[in-house]
């Protein structure tokens, strides 16, 4: 079993407030659990307006997988339009 972990900063400038961050991070959580079946988290950031930091965790067979799938996740987030990725940081732990 593989476990691949995102972790990615998000950076959305048109955001003015608190409310507008929530509500643009909420629409894209939903959409990307809808595409893909896979939860999003805001896991850093939490208290700035046009700053986000959001993990996702996903188990698998095999590493190119997954990999692939986190991509796709990744394009289709910007494809969005919501922001720009500031960093992206995947890591892929191994269980036998």
């Known amino acids: 079993m593989v476990v691949a972990i995102l972790q990615f900063e998000l950076f959305m400038p048109q955001n003015q407030s608190l409310k507008d961050k929530r509500q643009l991070l909420q629409k894209l959580k939903e959409k990307v659990l809808a595409h893909f079946k896979i939860p999003v988290?805001?896991?850093?950031?939490?208290?700035?307006?046009?700053?986000?930091?959001l993990g996702v965790a996903i188990a698998g067979s095999e590493e190119k997988g997954l990999d692939a799938l986190i991509s796709k996740m990744v394009q289709f987030i910007l494809a969005m339009g919501v922001?720009?990725?500031?960093?992206?940081?995947?890591?892929?732990?191994?269980?036998?």
């Open 41 to 53: 988290a805001e896991v850093g950031f939490q208290d700035l307006w046009q700053r986000s930091q």
């Open 83 to 96: 922001g720009e990725v500031l960093r992206e940081d995947r890591d892929f732990v191994h269980y036998e």
